[in-house]
Nanobody
Framework: DVQLVESGGGSVQAGGSLRLSCEAS????????IGWFRQHSGLEREGVAA????????YYSESVKGRFTISQDTAKNTVYLQMNSLKPEDTAMYYC??????????????????WGQGTQVTVS
């Protein structure tokens, strides 16, 4: 099993920044790919960014490219999502999730087997 714990959400004004953290533990092969997803009320989960632990390859959705940066600290087993130039439409519950490997379906939420509890981000 894999355990994921998110932190760092909160409320911020448009144009501001937040950094989310996702601390992972458990079976390493099931968390080589860590993804960040968000869910607006009533809508399906949307892939925001992902990172491959082994290769450090990163993936971004078009809606956040250039504003968000995903990174990792392997010594702390933690993945970060630095969110800059936040917009009201970024308001959502943010989740981190893990699976065996990233790749072409890095943003397919159904392919991720392990999820954190989520952290709310509100941009006004």
């Amino acid at each position: 099993d894999v355990q994921l714990v998110e932190s760092g959400g909160g409320s911020v004004q448009a144009g501001g920044s937040l950094r989310l953290s996702c601390e992972a533990s458990g079976k390493k092969t099931d968390r080589d790919c860590i993804g960040w997803f968000r869910q607006h009320s009533g809508l399906e989960r949307e892939g925001v960014a992902a990172i491959s632990s082994g290769s450090s390859a990163t993936y971004y959705s078009e809606s956040v490219k250039g504003r968000f940066t995903i990174s990792q600290d392997t010594a702390k087993n933690t993945v970060y999502l630095q969110m800059n130039s936040l917009k009201p439409e970024d308001t959502a519950m943010y989740y981190c999730a893990s699976k065996f490997a990233c790749g072409y379906n890095w943003n397919a939420w159904r392919s991720f087997g392990f999820w954190g509890q989520g952290t709310q981000v509100t941009v006004s």
